[in-house]
Each structure stands twice: as structure tokens, then as C-alpha cells.
């Protein structure tokens, strides 16, 4: 449901943060640094307007690093158990990338497409209809 307030953390409780459910777009991330920072095939992002987005207790660790744009990217995640949690992206500084599996209820959130397709791992089966880019669309 658009609109609604919905809440997350880190596996140890340690960071916890709420955001207004008004997405730009969800999105599954098939990037080699979407991969490698989050141990699976691919990460399931809810894009929110900053204005969207609280932290609301402790303190991330953040590592930057020069993503595919060529623009910073600053990934944000638990110091103590190393969740990854939200990210801040250069090339779109209006927004929050928000990890899905870090809400406390990421079943209420419709991923909308597949993005990086051209990373995708071949035995990464997402058997649904969503459309599909090999970067990002348009
Ligand atoms: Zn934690
Ligand atoms: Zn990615």
C-alpha cells in the first residue's frame, strides 16, 4: 500500500530506520557490486525521495567506492553485524536506496524490473515477467 509507513534494521537491531512507502522504483540490482556486497545474486532495492527516509537509531559504517556511472556510490551497513542496509548514489541524490530484505515487512513492496541484467549470474533463475535491462532503463 502507497502512502504507508514502514520500518527496518540490521540483523543484530543495532541500526533501525522507517520510510514513507512512496518508491521511485524497486528494482532487482543484478551489478557485480550489488552481488559481492550482499553475498546473493542480486539485491532488491526500494529507491525513496530523501525526504522519505529517517534513521531513527545508531550509527552505520559506509564504504565509498566509484560505481558503474563513474560516481560515487556510499553503501551504509550494520558495524556490528554487517548488514547491508541503504545506500547513497551520486548520479541520484534525491534518493535513498533502501535494501528490501532489511524491512521489517519487505513482502508489502513490489519489486517493479530487473536492472544490470548484463551481470546477471546464468543460474540466477527469476522466473517472473518483470521487464528487464542490461544497465538501467532509457
Ligand atoms: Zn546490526
Ligand atoms: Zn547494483
Known amino acids: 500500500m502507497s502512502g504507508e509507513k514502514l520500518s527496518g534494521g540490521c540483523v543484530c537491531g ?8 512512496t518508491p521511485a522504483f524497486v528494482a532487482h ?3 557485480r557490486d550489488c552481488q ?3 553475498g546473493a545474486p542480486m539485491a532488491t532495492v526500494i529507491a525513496v525521495p530523501r525526504s522519505a ?5 545508531g550509527e552505520t559504517a559506509s564504504y565509498r567506492y566509484t560505481g558503474d556511472s563513474g560516481n560515487p556510490v556510499v553503501r551504509h551497513f550494520c558495524p556490528g553485524c554487517g548488514a547491508p ?24 513492496v513490489a519489486p517493479g524490473m530487473h536492472v544490470y541484467c548484463d ?4 543460474w540466477d533463475i527469476s522466473g517472473d515477467e518483470l521487464p528487464r535491462f542490461g544497465k538501467l532503463p532509457g
Not at 88 to 106: G, N
Open 29 to 31: 540490482c543484478h551489478c
Open 85 to 108: 542496509l541503504f545506500s547513497d548514489v551520486a548520479v541520484m541524490p534525491d534518493l535513498w536506496f533502501v535494501r528490501v530484505p532489511s524491512l521489517d515487512t519487505p513482502d508489502v
Open 14 to 21: 543495532a541500526i533501525r530506520y522507517e520510510l514513507d512507502n
Open 119 to 122: 551481470s546477471a549470474q546464468p
Open 53 to 57: 527516509f529517517r534513521k531513527i537509531k
Open 36 to 38: 559481492r556486497s550482499s
